[in-house]
């Protein structure tokens, strides 16, 4: 988890409500990525950033939304929280797409009530 | 079909066992595939990754690709206790990064 945090780690909310969760590394690495991991479903991407402001949508993007505005911070947004939206997300960053390793943040939990 | 599959488990060996994780892929434009491990409430690591047909060991850890078989396997040898955690299978293909549900391996002293 060296160089790369989330906040809040735990959260508790109500259907309906918006939530923004935060990745911050200290790498410098270009690339940037937003996971939930859902039991049965391994990690799937949420939504990928490549540079500040550059976005893409990954294989379960409804719902969510997301900005970079500096290289050390991708934002993760749902805008009105769902139940099917609980979850585990993390975040995880790369020097580039081709490069081998993936590292990860610690994780956030939450839950939508 | 999932386009990474492992077989959940929980598999379970005695220490100092060779535990065998399997995974199998459906895209055969995949490029690189990967093996992590996960603690129980802790985030994926990387333990290796492997690009060609064959073996790549590293210390107690071997994984083996056959790429015409879309398959890609883990072994552990002289298993640990500490080496019980789930064990997630990943393959990229391009840009994206896909991963399988993982399998939890359980190391019994």
């Known amino acids: 988890d060296a160089g790369i945090t989330q906040s809040p780690r735990h959260k508790v909310t109500e259907t309906g409500t918006p939530v923004t969760l935060r990745c911050h590394q200290t790498?410098?690495?270009?690339?940037m990525y937003w996971y939930r991991q859902d039991p049965g479903h391994g990690l799937r991407l949420i939504h990928y950033s490549y540079g500040v402001k550059d976005t893409d949508k990954g294989e379960v993007s409804d719902g969510y939304s997301v900005s970079r505005s500096k290289t050390e911070d991708f934002l993760l947004t749902l805008e009105s929280a769902t139940s099917s939206q609980t979850s585990v997300y993390f975040c995880?960053?790369?020097?580039?797409?081709?490069?081998?390793?993936?590292?990860f943040g610690p994780g956030t939990r939450l839950l939508v009530l | 079909q999932k386009e990474v599959e492992q077989n959940s488990g929980p598999l379970s060996v005695p220490e100092g066992a060779i535990a065998s994780l399997n995974c199998t892929y459906s895209?055969?434009?995949?490029?690189?595939f990967f093996w992590y491990r996960q603690y129980s409430g802790k985030s994926p690591e990387l333990i290796m990754f492997?690009?060609?047909?064959g073996d790549k060991e590293d210390g107690r850890f071997t994984a083996q690709l056959n790429k015409a078989s879309q398959y890609v396997s883990l072994l552990i040898r002289d298993s640990q206790p500490s080496d019980s955690a789930t064990y997630l299978c990943a393959v990229r293909v391009n840009n994206d990064m896909r991963f399988g549900a993982g399998t939890r391996l359980t190391v019994k002293p």
């Open positions: 492997i690009y060609s047909n």
């Open positions: 790498e410098n690495h270009r690339y």
């Open positions: 995880a960053i790369s020097e580039s797409p081709g490069q081998e390793t993936q590292y």
């Open positions: 895209d055969r434009g995949s490029q690189s």
